[in-house]
């Protein structure tokens, strides 16, 4: 083959540091728009960002040159730096350090994209502790609970 090909996707979730409730209505859509340019901007395709007011979901095509680990990092260095500029009052912004990275494949897509856009409607019955340790658990990741969410 004279070329190689992939698909690489990948749901993200990871929230704000300490879990601190910092991602209010009124620029939270802006946000997801700044993150979806940011994976743009970095041969990466942004299928569905969203979240609440203290964590994030995305579904991203990530091409398969790039690792998961830098492309997260790419969204949350970026992001982060963008709340600081823009956002009044945030200087103490800043994301929790790990994240969560789930690969799913195509036939996944719109379920997952439904899941993301329904985060707050979610989020009336489950904390993100609850969603998180259930994704954990549902792709089979070992976690030790003392340092679960860091």
Same mark, same amino acid.
């Given at each position: 083959?004279?070329?190689?090909?992939?698909?690489?996707?990948?749901?993200? /979730?990871?929230?704000?540091?300490?879990?601190?409730?910092?991602?209010?209505?009124? !620029?939270?859509?802006?946000?997801?728009?700044?993150?979806?340019?940011?994976? +743009? $901007?970095?041969?990466?395709?942004?299928?569905?960002?969203?979240?609440?007011?203290?964590?994030?979901?995305?579904?991203?095509?990530?091409?398969?040159?790039? /690792?998961?680990?830098? $492309?997260?990092?790419?969204? +949350?260095?970026?992001?982060?730096?963008?709340?600081?500029?823009?956002?009044?009052?945030?200087?103490?912004?800043? !994301?929790?350090?790990?994240?969560?990275?789930?690969?799913?494949?195509?036939?996944?897509?719109?379920?997952?994209?439904?899941?993301? /856009?329904?985060?707050?409607?979610?989020?009336?019955?489950?904390?993100?502790?609850?969603?998180?340790?259930?994704?954990? +658990?549902?792709?089979?990741? /070992?976690?030790?609970?003392?340092?679960?969410?860091?």
């Amino acid at each position: 083959m004279a070329h190689s090909y992939g698909s690489c996707l990948f749901h993200f /979730a990871f929230s704000t540091k300490n879990h601190q409730h910092l991602l209010t209505p009124e !620029w939270r859509p802006r946000l997801w728009e700044y993150m979806g340019g940011i994976a +743009k $901007a970095n041969t990466m395709k942004s299928l569905c960002i969203g979240g609440t007011s203290n964590h994030v979901h995305a579904l991203l095509l990530v091409p398969p040159r790039m /690792a998961p680990a830098k $492309a997260v990092q790419l969204i +949350k260095g970026g992001s982060s730096r963008w709340v600081h500029e823009s956002i009044p009052g945030q200087k103490d912004f800043a !994301w929790q350090e790990g994240y969560g990275v789930f690969s799913i494949g195509f036939s996944q897509v719109d379920a997952t994209r439904r899941y993301i /856009a329904n985060q707050e409607e979610h989020h009336r019955t489950k904390t993100f502790e609850e969603e998180y340790r259930a994704f954990l +658990k549902k792709h089979e990741i /070992a976690f030790d609970e003392e340092f679960f969410l860091g």
